[in-house]
């Protein structure tokens, strides 16, 4: 057993499988205790079973850790609180949470219905909220913790994944947000960009040139979680196997001002493209590559 987190008491959902099980594996072998929790759902969020989360308490215990399994539908604000009263009630505190749980139900935005849209935000964006809010609340008290949250690449935009790009990017302001607000308690937010080799990763339609393993991000997260972190706060780490990169701020780039009287939409046509410009999306950039590669070898574009 190591010692990073000896003493600590982590929060994780989403922890039966994948990066969430891998978070809560290595958390516990650096001697915290741990709550695993997991609704047990497939990639779509349907067919929950408890018996993941459990497989993981015995796997941690069976090293000689301390684990409990909680099966609550993070969605659920009643299913965050439970997740993080199991910890205080079980151990006596929470030093950590982190946010892992997440389904998909891809389709494109002009096809995606309701259906298909509420329960990735419910799942994502909620789940984060219900865990962090009640999570924030016990911290505040002790006047430390660390949150954690789970977003992706992908906050950037995606072709046929728009409710889960919405949900990730919701989690950075969210996570942005708690570091600004939870700061003079002495509690810190992060969010944690993960490339990974998951059930969820498996339908990614572009080639993933750097990718790891669901260990090569637990880590990351122990390191975050730990009092050797205690001044890193508001910030996104993408780890993608050997790589770990930190993403920037968001901020202006350029700006004008009008100053022989208001803007109307013709000196706007005029200027803007010339003086404040764009900002060029990467993606964009890469889905026309895909596109001319598609077409010089003879199939069809999307």
Same mark, same amino acid.
């Not at 809560?24 to 079973?49: F, I, M, Q, T």
């Not at 090293?63 to 993070?74: N, P, R």
């Not at 659920?76 to 151990?91: Q, R």
């Not at 202006?252 to 939409?265: H, I, K, M, V």
């Given at each position: 057993? !190591?010692?990073?987190?000896?003493g600590k008491?982590v929060?994780?959902?989403?922890?039966?499988?994948?990066?969430?099980r891998?978070? #809560?594996l290595?958390?516990?072998?650096e001697?915290?205790?741990?709550?695993?929790?997991?609704?047990?759902v497939?990639v779509d969020?349907?067919?929950?079973s408890?018996?993941?989360?459990?497989?993981v308490?015995k796997?941690i215990?069976?090293?000689?850790?301390?684990?409990v399994?909680v099966?609550? *539908?993070?969605?659920?604000m009643?299913?965050?609180?439970?997740?993080?009263?199991?910890?205080v009630n079980t151990?006596?505190?929470? *030093?950590g949470?982190?946010c892992v749980?997440g +389904?998909?139900?891809e389709?494109?935005l002009?096809?995606?219905?309701e =259906?298909?849209?509420d329960?990735v935000?419910a799942t994502h /964006?909620?789940?984060?909220?219900?865990?962090?809010?009640a999570?924030?609340?016990?911290?505040r008290?002790?006047?430390?913790?660390?949150?954690?949250?789970?977003?992706?690449?992908n906050?950037?935009?995606?072709?046929?994944?728009?409710?889960?790009?919405?949900?990730?990017?919701?989690?950075i302001?969210?996570v942005?947000? #708690?570091?600004?607000? /939870?700061?003079?308690y002495?509690?810190?937010?992060?969010?944690?960009?993960?490339?990974?080799?998951?059930?969820?990763?498996?339908?990614v339609?572009?080639e993933?040139?750097e +990718?790891?393993?669901?260990e *090569?991000?637990?880590p990351?997260?122990?390191y975050l /979680?730990? !009092?050797?972190?205690?001044d890193?706060t508001?910030?996104?780490?993408?780890?993608?196997?050997p790589?770990?990169?930190?993403?920037?701020?968001?901020?202006?780039?350029?700006?004008?001002?009008?100053c022989?009287?208001?803007?109307?939409p013709?000196?706007?046509? *005029?200027?803007?493209?010339?003086?404040?410009?764009?900002d060029p999306?990467?993606?964009?950039?890469q889905?026309? =590559?895909m596109?001319r590669?598609?077409?010089?070898?003879?199939r069809?574009?999307?």
């Amino acid at each position: 057993m !190591g010692k990073f987190l000896a003493g600590k008491v982590v929060v994780v959902t989403g922890a039966g499988r994948g990066i969430g099980r891998a978070v #809560a594996l290595a958390c516990a072998a650096e001697g915290a205790s741990v709550v695993v929790n997991d609704y047990g759902v497939a990639v779509d969020g349907r067919a929950p079973s408890g018996e993941v989360a459990a497989a993981v308490v015995k796997e941690i215990t069976a090293s000689g850790g301390d684990a409990v399994a909680v099966v609550d *539908d993070v969605s659920t604000m009643a299913g965050g609180e439970h997740i993080v009263s199991t910890a205080v009630n079980t151990y006596g505190r929470i *030093d950590g949470a982190v946010c892992v749980a997440g +389904i998909l139900r891809e389709r494109m935005l002009f096809n995606m219905a309701e =259906e298909e849209w509420d329960p990735v935000i419910a799942t994502h /964006l909620k789940g984060t909220f219900t865990v962090f809010r009640a999570a924030a609340a016990a911290m505040r008290k002790q006047g430390s913790g660390s949150l954690v949250g789970f977003t992706s690449g992908n906050h950037q935009g995606s072709v046929s994944q728009a409710n889960y790009s919405a949900a990730k990017g919701g989690i950075i302001s969210l996570v942005r947000s #708690a570091a600004l607000g /939870l700061h003079r308690y002495g509690v810190t937010a992060n969010c944690v960009a993960p490339v990974a080799r998951t059930r969820m990763s498996a339908g990614v339609p572009t080639e993933l040139t750097e +990718i790891g393993e669901p260990e *090569d991000v637990a880590p990351l997260v122990v390191y975050l /979680l730990s !009092g050797r972190a205690h001044d890193i706060t508001g910030q996104v780490y993408t780890v993608a196997g050997p790589k770990i990169a930190v993403w920037a701020q968001p901020r202006e780039l350029r700006s004008a001002y009008a100053c022989d009287g208001p803007w109307t939409p013709e000196r706007i046509a *005029d200027f803007l493209p010339r003086s404040v410009g764009v900002d060029p999306m990467p993606m964009l950039a890469q889905l026309e =590559e895909m596109r001319r590669a598609a077409a010089a070898n003879g199939r069809p574009n999307a």
